[in-house]
Every structure is written in C-alpha cells, then in structure tokens.
Nanobody, 114 residues
C-alpha cells in the first residue's frame, strides 16, 4: 500500500521553528521530483520546496533562507525545517512524490500565531 505519512505540524508563535517529516512508502521512493506544498486559506496550493529528479533542491522565494528541504534515503523520509516562521506561513502542508500518477500526503495544519 502506497503511503505518505506526514508529521510535525502544529501551532507555533511567529519567529518559531517546526520540522515537518514525510515518511514515504518504499514502493514509490526514488529519483523522482518530490517535495512540499502548502495551501493557505482562500488561496491555491503552492510549491514550497522540492527536489528535482536529479536531487537538486529548490525553494520558493518567500521561504528562502528560512526553510530547508532535506531527505534521508535510508529512512525514505523527507523533511522540511522551517525557521523564523511568519504568520503568512500558516496553511495546510502536503508532501508529494511525482512518481506517476503522483502521490500526496494527507496534509497537516501549520498555524503561526501569537
């Protein structure tokens, strides 16, 4: 059974940190584009940070210098370290693996609020 199991979301104050994890089924782990997306209330889902199929990381401009995507091939797990969180980072965060037909995690809430 294919699974992407996310963890690490929650409530944090502005300026705080969270680390998101996404455990990926072995059957879909590999050299595919994979990464993190988010959807803020009333907005479309957007890419936050991804690895290309060649393993090159890309971060959206709004999170550069604050967020870092990483992964552990042995554990088949992706991470998103989020530092200096801002209120506008609030949203539902999803991990994604672009092995056809494409697989999404269940989504988890990240709320940045004082």
């Amino acid at each position: 059974q294919v699974q992407l199991v996310e963890s690490g979301g929650g409530l944090v104050q502005p300026g705080g940190s969270l680390r998101l994890s996404c455990a990926v089924s072995e059957s879909i782990w590999g050299f595919y584009t994979m990464g993190w997306y988010r959807q803020a209330p009333g907005k479309e889902r957007e890419m936050v940070a991804v690895f290309s199929g060649m393993g090159i990381p890309t971060h959206v401009d709004s999170v550069k210098g604050r967020f870092t995507i990483s992964r552990d091939h042995a554990k088949k797990t992706m991470y998103l370290q989020m530092n200096s969180l801002k209120i506008e980072d609030t949203g539902v965060y999803y991990c994604y693996v672009n092995r056809p037909p494409g697989y999404w995690g269940q989504g988890m809430q990240v709320t940045v609020s004082s």
